[in-house]
C-alpha cells in the first residue's frame, strides 16, 4: 500500500489532546478495505505489463516513489553533484572521515538526512528494491552508519575550523593593536587638547564651559558647527591651529595605523562565534565518546584534530578575555563605562567608539586637504595680482615725463608705495608680506564695498617675483582673532602632571602702537588710482571679480576683524 505521511501524537499525549478529549477512534470508522487496497496499491512491474497494450510491454518498470515527490527529487539533484560516488562509497568516505568531500558536498548531505518517518516507510516496503527512487536508495545505504549527521557535522567542523578561528584571532589582534595605537597616539592628544581648549574659549560663562574633558560623540558635532558668516567649520579652523602649533603631529592618522581596520571589525558577532566553535567541538567530543564498534574508524580519523581544535578554542578564549580587558579599560578612560550602561553590550559601545573616531580622523584629514587647497589658491590669487600690478606699474612709469620723474627724489617715484623699489610692485609686495606674517587687520567699508588692510608699514625686502614663489612654497596660516576676554580660568583638579587651564591654549592679539599703511582691494572701478606712502589700491582693473571675490572669501576665513 502507498503511506499516508504524517506526525504521530505520542501515546502519553494523546489524552491532553483533542483526539482524547472528544474520543475519536479509528474503531468507530467502518471502511471498505477492498476499495482501499484496489485504490491505494503498489503497482508492480507486472501489473503495468499486464494493464498496458502490447506496443508498451518493451518499456523499462516504472520508478517507485515512497518519498514526497518534491523533497525525493531535491534529493536526487545533490546526490548528483557527488559525481562518481555511489551511495556505498558516500558513507565508507563518512565512516573514515576521509577528506575526499568538499564543505559544500558535506553541507548537501547534512541538509538531506533521513526523518525518521522515511526510514519507517522505506524499511516497510517489500517489493523490489530496484524499482525504488535514487532518495529511497540512498536512504537505505546511509541509515546503516550510526548518528550520520553528528558524522557529518564534526567533518565539516574540521574543515571549516582553521579558517573560521584565524578570522577570529585576526580580529582580536587588529582590536588589541588600535587600543594600544589610541592610547599612545601624541597626535591624537594633542589634537582633542586643542578641541578642549577651543571648546571652553566657546563656551565660556556656560553651564558647559569650564570642561577638564569630553565625551568623542562631540566630534561628530564640529563639521557641522561653522562660523559665523564664514564658509568654514569649526574642524577646519582646529585643523587650522593644528597646522600651525604642532605641524610635527600630522598626518593624524600616521600614528593611527590599525584604526581603519578595527572599524571594519564586526565585534558584537565576535562572542558568539567563538561559543559556537566551542559548541561544535563540544558535539564532536561527544560522538567521539560513544563506543560502537563501526564508528571506531571515525574516533581514529578525528581524534588528532579534536584534541587540537580543543585547544586552539582554549587559546582564543583567553586572547578575547585579554582584549576585552583593553578595551573597556580605554573605554573607561575616554568617558565610556561600559558597567555603566548595562543595556548596552561592551562589544557594541566598542565597535561604536572605533566607527566614531574613524570618522573623525577622515574628516580631520580632510579638512585638512581643504585647507592647503584654500591656501594654494590664495597663492595662485596673488602671485597674479602682483604679476598685475607689476604690469601696471611699469606701464604707468613708461608713460610719466621726464620732468617728473626728477622731481620724484628718487628711484620710486610717487606710485611706487614700497619707498623706492623701482619694481612697481611694492604696494603688493608689503600687501602680501603682511598677509603671510599676519601683521594685518582686515576692514569692509559697508557703503562702498571695499576690502581694507592695514598692515604695519615695514621695508620691503623682496621683489614681485620673488614675494609669488614665496607664497606658493609656504602656506598661509590662520590669525589669531582680535582682543576678545579669555574664558574665565578655573581650578583643575590636582594630578601628577600640571596642565594649562582649558582656556590658555587659545592666544589673544593685544593693541599695538606700530605704524599702519592701508591697502585697498576695491570692487568699484572708480577706485581713486593715486598712491603713497600710506595708502594704495588695487583696482577692478587689475583683477577680475572673481578673483577680487576669492581673495575677500579667503581673507574672511582667516577669522580677521570686519567692521
Request: charged share 20%; hydrophobic share 35%.
Amino acid at each position: 500500500m502507498k503511506p499516508f505521511y504524517w506526525t504521530k501524537i505520542a501515546n502519553n499525549a494523546v489524552g491532553k489532546s483533542v483526539w482524547g478529549i472528544q474520543g475519536l477512534d479509528d474503531a468507530n470508522v467502518e471502511l471498505d478495505y477492498s476499495e482501499l487496497e484496489t485504490l491505494f496499491y503498489v503497482q508492480s512491474s507486472a501489473d503495468k505489463g499486464s494493464l498496458s497494450s502490447s506496443s508498451s510491454s518493451s518499456k523499462a518498470p516504472s520508478v517507485v516513489s515512497l518519498l514526497d515527490m518534491r523533497r525525493s527529487n531535491n534529493i536526487s539533484i545533490a546526490l548528483s553533484q557527488l559525481k562518481g560516488m555511489t551511495n556505498m562509497m558516500i558513507r565508507d568516505t563518512i565512516i573514515r572521515a576521509e577528506s575526499k568531500l568538499s564543505i559544500e558536498n558535506l553541507e548537501i548531505l547534512g541538509k538531506y538526512l533521513p526523518q525518521p518517518d522515511e526510514i519507517i516507510a522505506i524499511k516497510a516496503y517489500t517489493g523490489d528494491v530496484e524499482l525504488l527512487g535514487a532518495a529511497e536508495k540512498y536512504f537505505l545505504v546511509i541509515d546503516t552508519l550510526p548518528r550520520v549527521g553528528a558524522k557529518l557535522s564534526g567533518m565539516m567542523l574540521r574543515t571549516q575550523f582553521t579558517p573560521r578561528a584565524e578570522k577570529i584571532r585576526s580580529n582580536i589582534a587588529i582590536i588589541k593593536n588600535a587600543v594600544t595605537d589610541i592610547i599612545n597616539s601624541k597626535s591624537l592628544m594633542k589634537v582633542l587638547e586643542v578641541v578642549l581648549a577651543v571648546g571652553n574659549y566657546l563656551n565660556a560663562g556656560t553651564k558647559i564651559g569650564a570642561a577638564y574633558g569630553f565625551k568623542l560623540d562631540a566630534l561628530k558635532k564640529l563639521s557641522d558647527t561653522r562660523a559665523t558668516g564664514k564658509r568654514i567649520t569649526l574642524l577646519h579652523y582646529i585643523v587650522q591651529i593644528v597646522e600651525k602649533l604642532f605641524p610635527s603631529l600630522l598626518p593624524l592618522s600616521g600614528s593611527l595605523s590599525s584604526l581603519s581596520d578595527a572599524a571594519a571589525v564586526p565585534l558584537q558577532p565576535m562572542p558568539t562565534d567563538l561559543s559556537l566553535l566551542q559548541k561544535e567541538a563540544g558535539d564532536l567530543d561527544k560522538e567521539m565518546n560513544m563506543t560502537d564498534p563501526e564508528s571506531q574508524p571515525f574516533r581514529d580519523a578525528m581524534g588528532p584534530f579534536l584534541a587540537s581544535a580543543k585547544m586552539d578554542i582554549e587559546i582564543l578564549n583567553t586572547e578575547y578575555k585579554e582584549m576585552m580587558d583593553q578595551m573597556v579599560h580605554m573605554l573607561i578612560q575616554f568617558g565610556d563605562d561600559p558597567k555603566k550602561n548595562e543595556e548596552v553590550k561592551p562589544e557594541k559601545i566598542g565597535e561604536d567608539f572605533f566607527k566614531l573616531l574613524h570618522a573623525f580622523v577622515s574628516g580631520f584629514e580632510k579638512a585638512q586637504a581643504d585647507n592647503q587647497k584654500d591656501r594654494e589658491t590664495a597663492a595662485k590669487l596673488a602671485a597674479k595680482a602682483a604679476k598685475t600690478a607689476q604690469s601696471s606699474a611699469t606701464t604707468k612709469s613708461t608713460s610719466t615725463p621726464s620732468s617728473l620723474k626728477g622731481k620724484s627724489g628718487g628711484g620710486g617715484g610717487a606710485g611706487d608705495a614700497s619707498g623706492g623699489s623701482g619694481s612697481g610692485g611694492g604696494v603688493l609686495d608689503n600687501l602680501f608680506s603682511s598677509i603671510r606674517s599676519g601683521n594685518f587687520k582686515l576692514k569692509r567699508n559697508e557703503s562702498t564695498s571695499d576690502i581694507q588692510i592695514e598692515t604695519t608699514t615695514a621695508p620691503v625686502t623682496t621683489t614681485t617675483s620673488n614675494m609669488s614663489a614665496s607664497l606658493v612654497a609656504s602656506p598661509l596660516l590662520a590669525v589669531t582673532p582680535p582682543n576678545t576676554p579669555n574664558a574665565p580660568h578655573h581650578n583643575k583638579p590636582t594630578s601628577s602632571t600640571s596642565s594649562p587651564s582649558p582656556s590658555s591654549t587659545i592666544g589673544s592679539s593685544s593693541p599695538s602702537s606700530i605704524p599702519t599703511s592701508t591697502t585697498t582691494v576695491s570692487s568699484n572701478t572708480s577706485s581713486s588710482n593715486t598712491n603713497d606712502a600710506s595708502s594704495s589700491s588695487v583696482g577692478a582693473s587689475d583683477l577680475t571679480q572673481q578673483e577680487l571675490d576669492t581673495l575677500a572669501t579667503i581673507l574672511d576665513s582667516l577669522h580677521l576683524e570686519s567692521s
